[in-house]
């Protein structure tokens, strides 16, 4: 286990997941480096944290860099003056399937470069363990459901290969270097502080957000699409124990709750809490949508004592504020 002061390294700690972790790193006593280079994350999402300076009292500390150039120099002063990184939480990159499909480039850079950035900067800082924010987009439209870790992958769009290459690259570097590594393969995640306003954002933050102004939530297709939501406190909990567990050969845990809900339940139930009558509509089904998407969780179960605890129900009431 880490030491309740060691400095753990969260990129991407200033978006909708990362400052979940941080919050809970916090509570528990660590010291935070966040790196992020803020262009979907707020520092707002880290304000109740302070002046995000360790020099000026805070446990988290925001250094503004983009991981895809490296981490070597943004870490320097701060590792200069208060010790090297004991573990590294890998939460940043651009995280629509969507746009990926469209700028594969960027999602190379980001996702698959900006991992191998981290690693380089683990091998060379001697950096204990990395937990890394992978996906269920890995698996692509497979016929195993509930999908279980080793089931075939075949992802649909460059977003799912980034994240397929990033774990490989975390099992090379664990078998050839010592880097121990747990990708964590992220299903559905939603809950406050998740940003609606992209095109792109996902689905929970845009039916909440219209729901709550009183506007129509859109289906895309027939609504018979499931995925597997899974809420954000959940998710942190889960990153932070992968983090400080020691050992982890790069071998991917999935992160759902092991329930299905359509995309028509999930309108309809949000509708029925926000209490605002809104309708709903559909559009055309989107390209490459995946028809059904549940997580199998019996391997982090059993090897980091996780399971979600919050219901959907319970989840999307704290989220609706
Ligand atoms: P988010 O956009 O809120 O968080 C991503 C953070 O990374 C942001 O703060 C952003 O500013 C930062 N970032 C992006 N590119 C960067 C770069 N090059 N350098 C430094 N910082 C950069 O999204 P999120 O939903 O919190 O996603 C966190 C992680 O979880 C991502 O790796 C994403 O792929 C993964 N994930 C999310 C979901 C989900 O349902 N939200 C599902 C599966 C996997
Ligand atoms: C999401 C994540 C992705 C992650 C993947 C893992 C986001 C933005 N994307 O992709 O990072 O890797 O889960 O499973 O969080 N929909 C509507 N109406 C809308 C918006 C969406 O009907 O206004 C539908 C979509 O067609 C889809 C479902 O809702 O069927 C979920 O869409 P979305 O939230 O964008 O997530 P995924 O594509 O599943």
Redesign the pocket.
Known sequence: MASASSLILV????????SHTVDRLVADGHRVVV????????RA?LAHHGALSFAAGSPVELVV????HGLFAPLAAVTAAHGPIARAI??????SVVHSLANPLVDVA??YV?TVQVLEYARAAGVKKIAF?????VYGDTPVVPVVEDAPCRPLSP?GVD?LASELMLGAYAATHGVAATPL??????GP???PSSPYS?VISIFADRARAGKPLTIFGDGQQTRDFVYVGDVARAVVAAAMADGGDGTAMNIGTGRETTVRQLAELIVGLAGTGVAISHAPARAGEIVRSLAAVARVQATLGWQAEVALADGLARTLG
């Open positions: 990129t991407g700690g200033a978006g909708f997941i990362g790196v992020d280079d803020l262009r979907t994350g707020k999402n860099a983009d991981v895809s890998h939460l940043a990159a651009q995280v980001v996702n900006g924010a992978s996906s269920a987009a977003y994240k393969r992220f299903f559905n995640v939603y502080r998740q940003d996902g």
